[in-house]
């Protein structure tokens, strides 16, 4: 069982670039969280789907954030017009349905995102 | 609105003391639950132990054990037998049950073992 998987692992950017970020959650799990940490802070919820359904954002979450998750396997994260304020580390997260482990969000390494 | 304070921004112990870090959070829901992650330098978060608000029982894995104390909303960490790579920061994180399952974390406390 491969755990969370992040693609890219950093990711240099000047401002007012689009970016966008992967994450590729454990197989079967059909919850997936997206997080961003900045330094010094504890990690702060985004937005969660199920399955390929949206089903809650964070006023976080501005109209130049947008995440999709098609088919309910993978899911991007893309930021457009990056700012500087946007540089963190952004966090997907899965989570199982039916064992019993399923109250447990299980992390991806992050991206790193700096822009400059 | 759920929170979780950390006050012990950092922490240092010497290896194979035991050491407790602190967490409070305010809810008013009966379902929920809560969470020790570990983030140690450059790597990912990994759970450390997780506790369900309606369970009694402290929970206990391996060093690691929790002090779950609903009516004053505190849980707190310890690790006994510190060992260097227990090097990291620890976030304290509450789960409201239902729908979504959305993670709050701490701030987090910086343990530092030192040999």
């Known amino acids: 069982d491969t755990g969370v998987s992040q693609d890219p692992r950093h990711k240099i950017t000047k401002r007012g670039q689009n970016v966008t970020f992967r994450c590729d959650p454990i197989s079967e799990h059909n919850r997936l969280y997206w997080y961003r940490q900045t330094l010094g802070q504890g990690p702060e919820f985004l937005t969660y789907?199920?399955?390929?359904?949206?089903?809650?954002k964070s006023r976080l979450l501005s109209d130049r954030f947008s995440a999709e998750r098609p088919k309910g396997s993978f899911s991007t994260l893309e930021i457009q017009r990056t700012e500087q304020g946007d540089s963190a580390m952004y966090l997907c997260a899965s989570r199982g349905f039916g064992d019993k482990s399923t109250d447990t969000q299980y992390f991806g390494p992050g991206t790193r995102l700096t822009v400059l | 609105a759920q929170t979780v304070t950390q006050s012990q921004p950092e922490m240092s112990v010497q290896e194979a003391e035991t050491v407790t870090l602190s967490c409070t959070y305010d809810?008013?829901?009966?379902?929920?639950?809560l969470f020790w992650y570990k983030q140690p330098p450059s790597r990912q978060m990994i759970l450390v132990i997780r506790q369900e608000a309606y369970k009694q029982q402290n929970a206990t894995e391996n060093r690691f054990s929790v002090n779950f104390q609903k009516a004053a909303k505190s849980f707190s960490l310890k690790i006994s037998d510190s060992q260097l790579g227990d090097t990291a920061m620890y976030f304290c994180?509450?789960?409201?049950?239902?729908?979504?399952?959305?993670?709050?974390f701490g701030t987090g406390t910086l343990l530092a073992v030192q040999p």
């Open positions: 994180a509450f789960m409201k049950g239902g729908a979504t399952n959305k993670l709050i």
């Open positions: 789907f199920q399955n390929e359904a949206q089903l809650e």
């Open positions: 809810t008013s829901e009966n379902n929920y639950y």
